[in-house]
């Protein structure tokens, strides 16, 4: 079909079984590297997902919940992180980062979970998948960005669900209902 052409490739890290750091993968079909920097059109998008829009910036990352929770307004201390630079996510969840920049190309990765997207300015790219290991994992930066490009990386603290639950609920301003996506925790 002509759609599956155009629908976005998912993080595909079924290669990485004996870690299981991520266990499966939303999406899919095309293999043409140019998709990956455009987004799914199509509408098609899985109904209970979470979404987070990660903006890369000389020297660092943003992160917003569909919700509108910033990174800049609320405090992480999960799992070994005290970073609240960090993005919390939940494990076995299915979850949608979209990646833009607000000034010159980055490129978001996290080895551990063979995740890697373009983060370009003007332009949208995105990645799906089900993070299947708790852990906190290092985002960091693999486009040379400038002078602070090394110091450009931080915290991506996968969490179990109830765990995700809690933490999303203790910040100002949230509310259950913006947890729909996670239907069987709640």
């Not at 299981?20 to 998008?45: F, H, I, M």
């Not at 993005?87 to 949608?96: D, F, R, S, T």
């Not at 979209?98 to 980055?106: A, E, K, L, Q």
């Not at 983060?119 to 299947?132: F, H, I, M, R």
Request: net charge negative.
């Amino acid at each position: 079909m002509a759609g599956e052409h155009t629908r976005r490739r998912a993080l595909t890290a079924l290669g990485v079984a004996g870690a299981g750091a991520v266990s499966g993968c939303l999406g899919g079909g095309s293999t043409n590297p140019a998709d990956e920097e455009k987004p799914d059109q199509s509408g098609d998008s899985h109904p209970n997902i979470l979404k987070v829009h990660v903006t890369g910036y000389q020297f660092g990352w943003e992160y917003e919940y569909h919700s509108g929770l910033h990174s800049d307004d609320y405090e992480v201390d999960l799992d070994g992180t005290d970073d609240n630079d960090a993005l919390v996510l939940p494990k076995n969840e299915p979850i949608q980062l979209t990646f833009s920049s607000r000034d010159v190309p980055h490129n978001y990765g996290i080895p551990e979970l063979r995740l890697k997207r373009d983060v370009l300015p003007d332009k949208q790219t995105l990645a799906q998948a089900y993070l299947g290991e708790v852990g906190v994992y290092e985002a960091q930066c693999f486009e040379l960005c400038g002078r602070g490009h090394s110091n450009m990386y931080g915290d991506f603290v996968v969490t179990e669900p109830e765990t995700f639950t809690d933490w999303y609920l203790s910040q100002d301003g949230t509310a259950e209902s913006e947890l729909h996506f996670m239907a069987d925790v709640l």
